[in-house]
């Protein structure tokens, strides 16, 4: 057995897509309560080539990067309020419609 683990996985991209499933709520309704989504692992998310849930080691990955990629955004976005103006800006772009109006949580 070889250990080919870390290097050829790196490089790799991996596109997430939300979970068809949960609805990226990382559960699905059961009867009495809520049941963690075996779809995506639970993590609202799967491999979007597939649809299949990631391995937890990529999956962390996958998501390291997404976070990574989301939080650097919101600095970019925080940087042209910053500059194009007045804090008015802030209040008006403030979580307008990310990721839908469905949520159906309690
Ligand atoms: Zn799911």
Same mark, same amino acid.
């Given at each position: 057995?070889?250990?080919?683990?870390?290097?050829?996985?790196?490089?790799?991209?991996?596109?997430?897509?939300?979970?068809?499933?949960?609805?990226?709520?990382?559960?699905?309704? !059961?009867?009495?309560?809520?049941? *963690?989504?075996?779809?995506?692992?639970? @993590?609202?998310?799967?491999?979007?080539?597939? %649809?299949? /849930?990631?391995?937890?080691?990529?999956?962390?990955?996958?998501? !390291?990067?997404?976070?990574?990629? *989301?939080?650097?955004?919101?600095?970019? @976005?925080?940087?042209?309020?910053?500059?194009? %103006?007045? /804090?008015?800006?802030?209040?008006?772009?403030?979580?307008?419609?990310?990721?839908?109006?469905?949520?159906?949580?309690?």
């Amino acid at each position: 057995m070889k250990k080919q683990h870390g290097p050829a996985f790196k490089a790799q991209q991996i596109e997430l897509a939300q979970c068809p499933t949960c609805k990226g709520r990382t559960v699905v309704r !059961g009867v009495f309560h809520d049941l *963690a989504c075996v779809q995506c692992n639970a @993590s609202g998310w799967v491999d979007a080539q597939t %649809g299949d /849930a990631l391995p937890l080691e990529l999956l962390v990955t996958a998501l !390291g990067s997404m976070l990574h990629q *989301a939080m650097r955004n919101l600095e970019l @976005s925080r940087r042209i309020e910053l500059l194009s %103006g007045p /804090a008015a800006i802030y209040q008006q772009n403030n979580r307008r419609g990310a990721g839908g109006s469905n949520y159906t949580g309690d």
